[in-house]
Nanobody
Framework: VQLQASGGGLVQAGGSLRLSCAAS????????MGWFRQAPGKEREFVGL????????HYRDSVEGRFTISRDTAKNTVDLQMNSLKPEDTAVYYC????????????????WGKGTLVTVSS
């Protein structure tokens, strides 16, 4: 699976951004999808996951209620809607795909895309 994230940019605190990840190659609907992020000087961390059929989502506590993951199987895309952004959300955001939900929960993904930078100014 080839993954390409887009939609990053500069936004003021309290603002919103929508990231999109386009998938190609293998059957998109077979994979659970996730968003991860890496802030400067920090390790990459999990942001949120969505199951292959889109019925279940799971978020890290700090983004719960502010971020929403959705997927469009017809378009082979998975989006991350980010609202009420905070400066601590500043990071490079990556989308990734996993064939195993258990592995995805551990951050062990099969495929990774290149990231897109999100900068939130205070």
């Amino acid at each position: 699976v080839q993954l390409q994230a887009s939609g990053g940019g500069l936004v003021q605190a309290g603002g919103s951004l929508r990231l999109s990840c386009a998938a190609s190659g293998r059957t998109f609907s077979n994979y659970h999808m996730g968003w991860f992020r890496q802030a400067p000087g920090k390790e990459r961390e999990f942001v949120g996951l969505i199951t292959s059929r889109g019925g279940v989502t799971h978020y890290r506590d700090s983004v719960e209620g502010r971020f929403t993951i959705s997927r469009d199987t017809a378009k082979n895309t998975v989006d991350l809607q980010m609202n009420s952004l905070k400066p601590e959300d500043t990071a490079v955001y990556y989308c990734a795909a996993a064939s195993s939900w258990v592995a995805a929960l551990k951050g062990t993904m099969d495929y990774w895309g290149k990231g897109t930078l999100v900068t939130v100014s205070s």
